[in-house]
């Protein structure tokens, strides 16, 4: 259609007609539309918005069967030994905030003194010379015994470990912290190797209010009947002045039941040898094999002992498996183990294969047993052939459903180093996760597949040094040297015990080595997400959407948000998306005149589900689905025809609608645009976007309106966009 100079003319004459018109269209097309009417060739705002790692927020689970937060008490029975130079403990927190602990002395005969609170904030790793928490009034004074910290919250929510320092001039000594709610064993063994010119050094702590007493029985026949007055503490010495060899105790509680709680070092006369003994209630073993992961092999001189603790003879065989898994096992030939014998075992063949085999360097251990479980216990040590730093490697059985998990201290500052080791310790395939804390921020690990035997390896010092990147693209800082390292199992166990997990911390300049393997109460909470759409999606357009899970434990602290694969699909054509399965899906518009809203969801596997009663953590044997799902309208276009009826001599000029492509909300008015053509009448396209609801009418998206370029020749024809291309 052409439209002649004599109606521009006419139209120029009406022109206060016109402007009154002009004015009463501004107005509404403002109120309708809250568009700038100067700036005709803006694209409207984007209908999808993608976080880059945006999970929804979710409330924080609950876990059903869970025992609520009160009054928790950790407790070592010894704190000071005349051979060392001095102690410290490390604050280990679990807590998703602040928390307020009570550090609590007692003499050797049961004095007891409290000292102040400390306050340990979330995820804190600080270690504290345990004299600065004594009042100061006693800091000059010797001969205490136990010692114990206390917080209101959830069981081992805070948590620590002890260690003496230069022992005889020597390395350091761990000790390691009793729930106090946990203790209820009446018997305890142990088994150690010690050096010549040597003293194996045991104290019994009773941990309750009322006199209690127990009975120390050496392998060697040298026997003791010990009374202990409430929180009294008692040393028992045993000199050991012949060759080196093999060493074993045994304790019983005479008194009530879970009253004694023993610790034991091992120190060489000239300091060259110190390490733990660690004791064992056999009747609390889970299953019969024995465990133990990042066992240094090359350039250390080892030691294992091993003892069986009934009355019939055992045959058990020791096995090491590289960090790729059983497939290149190690075994040494079947031990046999004549009833409560202690022994040696010569590991000889095995330093000869190491000298052979790269991947025997540092090895997992297993020692399979198939008499019943608690027969057989054992200890595990290294010393350094340069240095001299001696190691202690737990060997001991999978334990309790809380051992797949673990929260330690780390530290890499001066010459120390860390290094976790996660072992995969089953005949099926485990996965885990895992969680870098440091003051300031996190590095999360995504879940991790093992094979049966497999170890994962987490050099700490390393993954800073080369500023290795997670999901989000965050590395642990350069001055950053101490913090602590989380994991957990992840999926489906088919109630077997998968995994075990330890840290080696080691400092070669002082002399120090320190084993981590403490666990939270029980597994996290798995709760999936998916990042949201938006409101719309535009036909032919597309977005991407991604999978996300964050792990829950039942004091409400969080790790994640860990990046996971998804299977998707989409409820209906109205959008399709490609591929179905991965971590990030793409969903493009097919289809607006279908309606209704497309559900996007996302099938992220299965988890193990555990209950906690507040003293023991339960696999509960069935797995749940995680899952999330998201949603989105498929929005429409319709492109109308507006035309100019007024001219201003600024250049632009007052459009009106002549073709509404049947959009139902099309704004009425006039709107002043741009002219764009220097004769004829100027014609633009009007953009709009659109939804339906299921059959309804076609719904305008707000603040969705542009305009297009001007048509000054050429006719321009209302049209839409239903349909993908």
């Known amino acids: 259609m052409r439209v002649t100079s004599n109606l521009k003319r ?120 345990i004299k600065q928490l004594l009042p100061e009034r006693y800091r000059h004074e010797r001969d205490w015994g136990g010692f ?6 959830f069981n081992r929510e805070m948590w620590s470990q002890f260690r003496f320092m230069g022992v005889n001039g020597g390395t350091n000594i761990d000790e390691f912290f009793t729930v106090k709610a946990e203790a209820r064993s009446s018997n305890f063994e142990a088994a150690w190797w010690m050096p010549e010119k040597s003293d194996a050094i045991v104290a019994l702590g009773n941990i309750t209010d009322a006199t209690t007493s127990g009975t120390i029985t050496f392998s060697n026949g040298h026997s003791r009947s010990v009374n202990l007055a409430p929180h009294e503490t008692e040393l028992v010495r045993e000199d050991h002045s012949e060759h080196e060899g093999a060493e074993s105790v045994t304790i019983t509680v005479t008194g009530a039941a879970g009253s004694v709680i023993p610790t034991g070092l091992i120190t060489a006369k000239d300091g060259s040898f110190n390490s733990v003994i660690r004791f064992y209630d056999p009747n609390a073993a889970k299953q019969p094999n024995l465990y133990a992961n990042g066992f240094r092999v090359t350039g250390n001189t080892p030691h294992m002992v091993l003892r069986n603790t009934t009355s019939n003879s055992i045959a058990v065989v020791p096995k090491f498996t590289p960090s790729s898994g059983f497939a290149s096992s190690f075994s040494l030939p079947q031990v046999s183990l004549a009833p409560l014998e202690t022994a040696q075992v010569d590991l000889k063949p095995l330093l000869e294969a190491a000298m052979r085999r790269r991947d025997l360097d540092v090895v997992c251990v297993e020692v399979t047993n198939s008499a019943a479980p608690g027969s057989l216990i054992g200890s595990l040590y290294g010393i350094n052939d340069t240095t001299g730093v001696n190691y202690d490697i737990p060997l001991r059985d999978s334990g309790l459903v809380r051992t797949m998990t673990g929260s330690y201290p780390w530290k890499i500052s001066d010459d120390f180093t860390t290094v976790v080791y996660i072992t995969n310790i089953s005949d099926q395939k485990a996965e885990f996760i895992g969680q870098i804390n440091f ?265 969705t309106v542009t305009y297009g370029n001007s048509f000054c020749n050429l006719e321009a024809a209302c049209f839409e966009v239903t349909l993908a291309p």
Request: charged share 20%.
């Open 439 to 703: 003051d300031g921020g996190h590095f999360v690990i995504d879940p991790r597949e093992l094979a049966p035997g497999e170890t994962a390896v987490f050099d700490l010092e390393k993954i800073r040094h080369e500023q290795e990147t997670d999901n989000a693209g965050i590395t642990i800082p350069r001055d950053i040297s101490i913090g602590q390292f989380k994991w957990a199992i992840y999926g489906v166990t088919n109630g077997k015990l998968l995994l075990i997990g330890r840290a080696e911390m080691v400092s070669r300049s002082q002399h120090m080595s320190s084993s981590y393997s403490c666990s939270d109460p029980c597994p996290p909470y798995i709760v999936g997400s998916v990042d949201s759409l938006g409101s719309y999606l535009i036909v032919s357009d597309s977005a991407n959407t991604s999978a996300w899970q964050r792990a829950y434990y039942d004091n409400g602290y969080s790790m994640g948000p860990y990046s996971v694969g998804a299977d998707w699909s989409v409820d209906t054509s109205a959008a399709s998306l490609d591929p179905s399965s991965a971590h990030t899906t793409t969903i493009t518009g097919e289809d607006a005149e279908i309606g209704e809203d497309v559900n996007i969801a996302a099938d992220m596997g299965w988890q193990e589900r555990y209950s906690w009663d507040g003293l023991n953590c339960y696999d509960n044997n069935y797995a749940e689905a995680i899952g999330d799902s998201t949603s989105v309208k498929i929005a429409g276009i319709s492109n109308a025809v507006i035309i100019e009826t007024f001219e201003y001599s600024d250049g632009t000029a007052e459009f009106h609608m002549i073709s509404p492509c049947d959009v139902t909300c099309t704004e009425s008015g006039f709107v002043r645009l741009n002219l764009g053509c220097s004769s004829g009448f100027a014609r633009k396209y009007r953009k709009q976007y659109w939804v339906k609801n299921g059959i309804g009418p076609r719904i305008c998206i707000p603040y």
């Open 10 to 129: 006419l139209l120029r004459e009406y022109s206060g007609f016109f402007l009154l018109a002009a004015f009463v269209g501004s107005l509404v097309w403002l109120v309708h539309s809250n568009a700038s009417n100067l700036r005709p060739q803006a694209d409207p705002a984007p209908l999808t918005q993608n976080p880059k790692h945006g999970p929804k927020n979710k409330p924080t689970p609950r876990c059903p069967h869970c025992a609520p937060a009160g009054n928790q008490e950790i407790y070592i029975p010894l704190i000071d030994l005349p051979e060392a130079q001095g102690s410290e403990i490390v604050f280990n927190s679990r807590s998703p905030q602040a928390m307020n602990v009570t550090p609590t002395f007692y003499k050797q005969d049961g004095t007891l003194v409290v000292g102040d609170p400390v306050s340990v904030q979330s995820a804190e790793i600080r270690y504290v010379d």
């Open 148 to 153: 114990s910290l206390s917080y209101n919250g």
